[in-house]
């Protein structure tokens, strides 16, 4: 479907004084080219310069069949015939014919000029490229200037080649004579200081693609893409750069191709509507070969199908054959502002080609897509696309359609595009057809910026043409008569079967569908005319879009049109952001403004972006009273915009006196909005109209809402006599308690926040604070690093229920409902991180089943239990304002983390602590060295700040010690400090493997120190505990080796005799 909207994209129009009737016209460079009706001429004009003045003219060596423009390069490339031969010729430096130098240089491609033809001054070139079959057609590419040749059954790549005029000479003055130098450097030095930087344009001939099934018509080329189109069908083709050497496939045998067609020459070929995208193309019958003939290129080319399109002749339309063929093949290419400097490659490139009733736009890059299909009101006889307008001609009428190619270089550029942050129009979006302008005898259209150039004649039907009639007519009878009479020979009468008699009373069976050629106008003709028209900016249209709204927002603020139209100014205005970043990127491009465009360049962009916004509010007020279908666009439609929360509302309150309510768009927004972490707080009377919107359209909403932190204005009475209201219909619920109870605390009755709280259990209150969150926490504004903050009801919880608080924290945590770190932030602001953050933590530890969070906790609280020891004096700042909500015992019984205390860490528990917190982090900390969780390596450093001196210290450094596996060691230091805790750590620790220790490290220790102490009782009760250990342990020969032969052996020999029944029993 195309809408048809009544928007002028025409601003003015002015007719080119050309002395002689144009035959072929195209433009680029900001000039445009005439050539003469069977001349051998090309004139250039300014398009730039109002009246578009004469720039120059300069002969071509033969007739000018066709002509095409290059802006890289700034070149020519024409068709020429003489003397019924056909030439490829390309015209370089054309510009300096204006100032009347009439020296021309002929050369052959990559024969560079030598002689004085090198350094005598700049001059037009005309560069031969000579070719082993007729060319047919030829296309430049518009982002490297590259080459491309169609012939009947190849195609040619050439790439253009520049060389500095200055190196050049200086290769030839080092291949001549000294004589001959000094003349030539006299000859240089006469020419100006600008014309030794000048490049010199050659081209090498690079790729050639065998085509056996196609003949190209006309052929497009635009960075490695390669379209070709023949009458019914277009190929697109893509030649990527390797490093690989490609084999060159068997080119088809072109003589067995034609014999083929020889033989089917009595049968009429209809071929079937196809269209292959991606490399489904190579399916289409068309087979392709490339063969690299590049000298210099490092690389080889690879070939790949892209696209391809055969069409079927819609014989039932009751149209000719003339009338169902292709034209109008175009490669574009779009680049967008977050793309390097350079611009080696666009970012899209689109391929558009049309049938005189419909016309095809694809994109190519990421993906081959049909983006648009346009059903044209008449015969167009060709068409141009530019960035934001598709521009047709007929014969009586130059019309504009809108195009889709900013919606995809959007979606390219901004990758939050269709979410809930951004939007625009899609790809798919209908096109539009706008106002059209009428002329007399429409032949040609180019399109040079926003200057649409025309050519016109209104000649008569040409002796040619009656002739062409003639034979076609004679041709159809002839057909007519040869099929009735086969028809006949089978037994069946044509005349009795109205099926057949009407097939064979149809035009349309030429067995050949020739392609008829440009018809030359006669010399009898009734005029000529040149015309150039100005197209407005795309933000002049915009603006037009957006008066002619207004007519659909009077009357229908919900049509689609409306819509439709809204979102077609948007395209405009991106393509004109397009165009705006273009320009830094190009700044010698100068921007062309309309009336009532932006024409400050410094402001350019501001005034663009301005519009997007009240374009993107328009579009959201429309989707905001759409359908529920696409309401959800009025979200990011509505962020675009920039307006605030009032300001949306605003706009979408009902209109008095009306019985529509509040649209599914508008409240899609709201509750996003709501729900999403937002920095801006509502008005009181704000906040309370959103707590009436939502009352009387989803009144289940309202316990988000309330938690809203937008809503921190809202009144309290009147919001809590809502929830009541709310809860005697719905019944009550937890979540819902809970925000009245936050209410109530808003209120200052204390009272009634305390029975509302104490309504539900614990765990439910838990399950009520996992549904909604934001109870307890809001996120902050984005310049405070996106922490989060307690609210009101949390401060309270914290002074009258910690317990409920740390639970709901830690719920919260394992529910991913907050981050730890967004936690302890909580806890910091509620100047609890010393109390409610380690109980949080030691819950948390209880709860996570998070090796890395496991990990993380136990060092926190290993540190905060040895800072709590270490700071015992400074008691303020580091020991917790009251009692843990845990205690050891119950960590131990409840936590697997947490380790029963080992029963020698008895003996060196200090007989009198400071205070009881000093006690319990002693505690905690040794129960987490006895637990299998804690890393001991990394708790090392820190318990280098707890001197081993107390008793209860070196408990810690033994147990770190111990854990290290370093039982020797820990023996000597237990000996040496206390001795009477010996027994029980041995009993505790060397047991199963470590069980060999007690007769190889402890026994002689103790023997060691005994006879050095004689009279310590401690020691000598430990040694008599060991023995009774040793002798259960070992056989009388191994016990036998223990004693010592110092003459102590009476003292053993109890219980070597211990050991001797011990074995006899066994």
């Given at each position: 479907?195309?809408h048809?909207?009544?928007?002028h994209?025409?601003?003015?129009?002015?007719?080119?004084?050309?002395?002689r009737?144009p035959?072929?016209t195209?433009?680029?460079g900001?000039?445009?080219?005439?050539?003469?009706?069977?001349?051998c001429?090309?004139?250039a004009?300014?398009?730039?310069?109002e009246?578009?003045?004469f720039?120059?003219?300069?002969?071509?060596?033969?007739t000018?069949?066709?002509?095409?423009?290059s802006k890289?390069?700034?070149?020519l490339?024409?068709?020429e015939?003489?003397n019924?031969?056909?030439y490829?010729?390309?015209?370089?430096?054309w510009?300096?014919q204006?100032?009347?130098?009439?020296?021309?240089?002929?050369?052959?491609?990559?024969?560079l000029?030598?002689?004085?033809?090198?350094?005598?001054g700049?001059?037009?070139?005309?560069?031969?490229?000579?070719?082993?079959?007729?060319?047919?057609?030829?296309a430049?590419?518009?982002?490297t200037?590259?080459?491309?040749?169609?012939?009947?059954?190849?195609l040619v790549l050439f790439t253009?080649?520049t060389q500095?005029r200055?190196?050049?000479?200086?290769?030839?003055?080092?291949?001549?004579?000294?004589s001959t130098q000094?003349?030539?450097?006299q000859s240089?030095?006469?020419?100006?200081?600008?014309?030794?930087?000048?490049?010199?344009?050659?081209f090498?001939r690079?790729?050639?693609?065998?085509?056996?099934?196609?003949?190209?018509?006309q052929?497009?080329?635009?960075d490695?893409?390669?379209?070709?189109?023949?009458?019914?069908e277009?190929?697109v083709?893509?030649l990527?750069?390797?490093?690989e050497?490609?084999?060159?496939?068997?080119?088809v045998d072109?003589k067995?191709t034609a014999?083929?067609l020889?033989?089917?020459?009595?049968?009429?070929?209809v071929?079937?509507?196809?269209?292959?995208?991606g490399?489904?193309?190579k399916?289409?019958?068309?087979?392709?070969?490339?063969?690299n003939t590049?000298?210099?290129?490092g690389?080889?080319?690879?070939?790949?199908?892209?696209?391809?399109?055969?069409?079927?002749?819609e014989?039932f339309?009751?149209?000719?054959?003339?009338e169902?063929?292709?034209?109008?093949?175009q490669?574009?290419?779009?680049f967008?502002s977050?793309q390097s400097?350079?611009l080696?490659?666009?970012a899209c490139?689109?391929?558009?080609f049309?049938l005189?009733?419909?016309?095809?736009l694809?994109?190519?890059?990421?993906?081959v897509?049909l983006l648009?299909a346009y059903?044209?009101p008449?015969?167009?006889?060709?068409?141009v696309?530019?960035d934001h307008?598709?521009h047709v001609?007929t014969?009586?009428?130059l019309q504009?359609?809108?195009v889709?190619?900013a919606?995809l270089?959007?979606?390219?550029?901004?990758?939050?595009i269709?979410?809930?942050?951004k939007?625009c129009?899609?790809?798919?979006?209908?096109?539009?057809a706008?106002r059209?302008?009428?002329f007399?005898?429409l032949?040609?259209?180019?399109v040079?910026?926003?200057?649409?150039?025309?050519?016109?004649?209104?000649?008569a039907?040409?002796?040619?043409?009656?002739?062409?009639?003639t034979?076609?007519?004679?041709l159809e009878?002839?057909?007519?008569?040869v099929?009735?009479?086969?028809?006949?020979?089978?037994?069946?009468?044509?005349?009795?079967?109205?099926?057949?008699?009407?097939?064979?009373?149809?035009?349309l069976l030429?067995?050949?569908?020739?392609?008829?050629?440009?018809?030359?106008?006669s010399?009898?003709g009734?005029?000529?005319?040149?015309?150039?028209?100005?197209?407005?900016?795309?933000?002049?249209?915009?603006?037009?879009?957006?008066?002619?709204?207004?007519r659909?927002?009077?009357?229908?603020?919900?049509a689609?049109s409306l819509?439709?139209l809204?979102?077609e100014?948007?395209?405009?205005?991106?393509a004109?952001?397009?165009?705006?970043?273009?320009?830094?990127?190009?700044?010698a491009e100068?921007?062309?403004t309309?009336?009532?465009?932006p024409?400050d360049k410094?402001?350019?962009?501001?005034?663009?972006e301005?519009?997007?916004?009240?374009?993107c509010?328009?579009?959201?007020?429309?989707?905001?009273?759409?359908?529920?279908?696409?309401?959800?666009?009025?979200?990011?439609?509505?962020?675009?915009s920039?307006?605030?929360?009032?300001e949306?509302m605003?706009?979408?309150?009902?209109f008095?006196g009306s019985?529509?309510?509040?649209?599914?768009?508008?409240?899609?927004?709201?509750?996003?909005?709501?729900?999403?972490?937002?920095?801006q707080?509502l008005?009181?009377?704000?906040?309370?109209?959103v707590?009436?919107?939502?009352?009387?359209?989803?009144?289940?909403?309202?316990?988000?809402?309330?938690?809203?932190p937008c809503?921190?204005?809202?009144?309290p009475?009147?919001?809590?006599?809502?929830?009541?209201?709310l809860?005697?219909?719905v019944?009550?619920s937890?979540s819902?308690?809970?925000?009245?109870?936050?209410?109530?605390?808003?209120?200052?009755?204390?009272?009634?926040y305390?029975?509302?709280?104490e309504?539900?259990?614990?765990?439910?209150?838990v399950?009520?604070?996992?549904e909604?969150?934001?109870?307890?926490m809001?996120?902050?504004?984005?310049?405070?690093?996106?922490?989060?903050?307690?609210?009101?009801?949390?401060?309270q919880?914290?002074?009258s229920?910690p317990?409920?608080?740390?639970?709901a924290?830690?719920?919260l945590?394992?529910?991913s409902?907050?981050?730890?770190?967004?936690?302890?932030?909580?806890?910091?602001?509620?100047?609890?991180?010393?109390?409610?953050?380690?109980d949080f933590w030691?819950a948390t530890l209880?709860a996570?089943?998070?090796d890395?969070?496991?990990?993380?906790?136990l060092?926190r609280?290993?540190?905060?239990y040895?800072?709590r020891l270490t700071?015992?004096?400074?008691?303020?700042?580091?020991a917790?304002?009251?009692?843990s909500?845990?205690?050891v015992?119950?960590?131990?019984?409840?936590?697997?983390h947490?380790?029963?205390?080992?029963?020698w860490l008895?003996?060196?528990?200090p007989t009198?602590?400071?205070s009881?917190?000093?006690?319990?982090?002693?505690?905690?900390l040794?129960?987490?060295?006895?637990?299998?969780?804690?890393s001991?390596g990394?708790?090392?450093?820190l318990?280098?700040?707890l001197?081993?001196e107390?008793l209860?210290?070196?408990?810690?450094?033994?147990?770190?010690?111990?854990?290290?596996?370093?039982?020797?060691?820990?023996i000597?230091?237990?000996?040496?400090?206390?001795?009477?805790?010996i027994?029980?750590?041995?009993n505790?620790?060397?047991?199963d493997?470590?069980?060999?220790?007690?007769w190889?490290?402890l026994?002689?220790e103790l023997c060691?120190?005994?006879?050095?102490?004689?009279?310590?009782?401690?020691?000598?009760?430990a040694?008599?505990?060991?023995?009774?250990?040793?002798?259960?342990?070992?056989?009388?020969a191994e016990?036998?080796?223990?004693?010592?032969?110092?003459?102590?052996?009476?003292?053993?020999?109890?219980h070597?005799?211990?050991?001797?029944q011990?074995?006899?029993l066994?």
């Open positions: 479907m195309v048809v909207y009544n928007c994209p025409f601003s003015s129009q002015q007719i080119v004084q050309v002395e009737e035959g072929l195209c433009c680029g900001g000039a445009l080219f005439v050539v003469a009706t069977g001349g001429k090309v004139e004009y300014n398009l730039e310069v009246g578009c003045p720039i120059c003219r300069f002969s071509t060596m033969g000018v069949r066709s002509i095409q423009y890289i390069g700034d070149y490339v024409t068709i015939e003489k019924n031969a056909t490829l010729r390309a015209y370089t430096n510009r300096y204006a100032e009347e130098k009439a020296r021309v240089g002929v050369r052959l491609l990559g024969h000029l030598g002689g004085a033809s090198a350094w005598g700049v001059q037009m070139e005309i560069i031969e490229i000579p070719l082993s079959e007729r060319p047919i057609a030829v430049c590419c518009p982002v200037g590259d080459l491309l040749v169609g012939c009947e059954n190849t253009l080649k500095n200055l190196n050049l000479e200086n290769q030839i003055l080092q291949s001549i004579r000294p000094q003349n030539c450097s240089q030095g006469r020419s100006s200081g600008s014309n030794q930087n000048l490049s010199i344009l050659d090498e690079s790729v050639i693609l065998y085509l056996s099934k196609i003949t190209p018509k052929v497009a080329l635009c490695s893409y390669v379209a070709v189109q023949a009458e019914l277009v190929l083709l893509k990527d750069v390797t490093s050497s490609q084999t060159l496939e068997d080119p072109t067995k014999d083929y020889e033989d089917q020459g009595d049968f009429l070929l071929p079937r509507h196809q269209e292959l995208l490399d489904r193309a399916d289409g019958g068309i087979p392709v070969s490339i063969e590049g000298l210099e290129d690389g080889r080319y690879e070939l790949s199908y892209v696209l391809f399109r055969r069409f079927s002749p014989f339309q009751g149209c000719s054959v003339d169902t063929q292709l034209h109008s093949l490669l574009y290419p779009l967008i977050n400097l350079s080696d490659e666009p490139v689109f391929c558009f049309s005189p009733t419909t016309g095809y694809y994109s190519l890059k990421g993906g897509e648009s059903q044209y008449e015969k167009v006889l060709e068409a696309l530019t307008l598709l001609i014969k009586s009428a504009c359609f809108t889709r190619c919606a270089a959007a979606r390219i550029e901004d990758p939050y269709d979410t809930t942050m939007a129009p899609p790809c798919s979006l209908e096109v539009c706008l059209m302008q009428l007399i005898g032949r040609s259209v180019c040079y910026g926003r200057h649409v150039v025309l050519l016109s004649t209104a000649d039907e040409a002796p040619e043409e009656t002739e062409r009639n034979q076609r007519r004679g009878l002839k057909e007519h008569s099929l009735a009479g086969i028809f006949q020979a089978v037994g069946i009468d044509p005349a009795t079967t109205p099926a057949l008699e009407s097939l064979l009373s149809r035009p030429s067995r050949r569908w020739t392609m008829s050629s440009p018809k030359e106008p010399s009898a009734h005029g000529w005319n040149l015309y150039v028209v100005d197209t407005v900016s795309p933000f002049t249209l915009y603006q037009e879009m957006v008066e002619y709204s207004q659909y927002a009077e009357t229908n603020p919900q689609q819509r439709h809204l979102s100014a948007h395209l405009l205005l991106r004109a952001l397009l165009h705006a970043s273009d320009q830094q990127h190009n700044p100068s921007l062309q309309g009336p009532g465009g024409a410094t402001t350019e962009r501001q005034v663009l301005e519009a997007l916004r009240k374009n509010a328009q579009l959201g007020d429309s989707f905001s009273r759409g359908s529920q279908r696409d309401c959800h666009l009025a979200l990011p439609y509505y962020r675009m920039g307006l605030s929360l009032t949306v605003s706009r979408n309150r009902p008095p019985s529509s309510s509040y649209g599914p768009g508008f409240l899609f927004f709201l509750k996003h909005y709501l729900l999403e972490e937002t920095e707080s008005s009181q009377e704000a906040a309370d109209e707590i009436d919107i939502f009352s009387q359209s989803e009144h289940l909403m309202l316990v988000s809402v309330c938690a809203s809503m921190i204005n809202v009144s009475a009147r919001t809590l006599q809502i929830l009541q209201n809860e005697d219909s019944g009550i937890v819902l308690t809970i925000t009245m109870a936050a209410m109530m605390l808003h209120l200052g009755d204390l009272q009634q305390t029975q509302l709280m309504r539900h259990a614990e765990m439910l209150l399950y009520g604070f996992i909604e969150p934001r109870l307890l809001f996120a902050g504004c984005a310049d405070q690093r996106g922490h989060v903050y307690p609210t009101a009801l949390t401060r919880m914290a002074n229920q317990g409920l608080l740390v639970a924290m830690v719920a945590h394992e529910n409902k907050v981050k730890l770190e967004e936690a302890d932030h909580i806890f910091k602001e509620l100047n609890c991180e010393n109390s409610l953050q380690v030691e209880m996570s089943s998070n890395a969070v496991i990990q993380e906790l060092f609280l290993a540190s905060v040895i800072d700071n015992t004096k400074s008691e303020t700042h580091t917790p304002k009251r009692k909500l845990k205690s015992d119950d960590l131990i019984s409840s936590c697997s947490y380790g029963a205390l080992y029963p008895i003996l060196l528990s009198h602590t400071t009881s917190q000093h006690l319990e982090a002693l505690h905690k040794q129960s987490l060295l006895c637990g299998p969780s804690l001991v990394s708790v090392v450093p318990l280098e700040r001197s081993d107390t209860w210290g070196f408990s810690l450094h033994l147990l770190c010690a111990t854990r290290k596996g370093q039982y020797d060691n820990s000597e230091k237990l000996l040496d400090r206390c001795p009477q805790a027994i029980a750590y041995a505790h620790q060397l047991q493997k470590n069980m060999s220790l007690w190889q490290k026994l002689p060691n120190r005994t006879r050095a102490s004689s009279d310590n009782s401690i020691l000598l009760a040694l008599k505990e060991t023995l009774v250990v040793v002798a259960m342990e070992m056989s009388p016990f036998l080796e223990l004693i010592p032969d110092d003459g102590t052996a009476s003292y053993f020999l109890p070597l005799l211990t050991c001797s011990r074995q006899l066994a």
